[in-house]
């Protein structure tokens, strides 16, 4: 299986930063695309970011220019570097890999349990 654990959350005043790692471990061949989504309390899981295996970057309308996410394959590890954030930034902050565990096998979506992010005053 292939576990993925966020840390760098927490509470944050308006205009702060934070750094969230995810970090993927287990029976994993290749890691492809990996990517942050967010949940706010009441609403739909949203898509914050993707960086592919070769480092394309693409981000949500709604944090582009203050979201950075980037990876590290040697540590199988994804980062989103959050600045200038606004309490409608509030969520749990979830990624995502996409990865197969053996050669030729298909590739599998795994998720995380999140990393809190409050932006309060």
């Known amino acids: 299986q292939v576990q993925l654990v966020e840390s760098g959350g927490g509470l944050v005043r308006p205009g702060g930063s934070l750094r969230l790692s995810c970090a993927a471990s287990?029976?994993?061949?290749?890691?492809?695309?990996m990517g942050w989504y967010r949940q706010a309390p009441g609403k739909e899981r949203e898509w914050v970011a993707t960086i592919t295996s070769d480092y394309i970057t693409n981000y949500a309308d709604s944090v582009k220019g203050r979201f950075t996410i980037s990876r590290d394959n040697a540590k199988n590890t994804v980062y989103l570097q959050v600045n200038s954030l606004k309490p409608e930034d509030t969520a749990v902050y979830i990624c995502?890999?996409?990865?197969?565990?053996?050669?030729?096998?298909?590739?599998?979506?795994?998720w995380g349990q999140g990393t809190q992010v409050t932006v309060s005053s």
């Open positions: 287990g029976s994993i061949f290749s890691i492809n695309a």
């Open positions: 995502k890999a996409r990865a197969i565990m053996t050669w030729g096998a298909s590739w599998n979506d795994y």
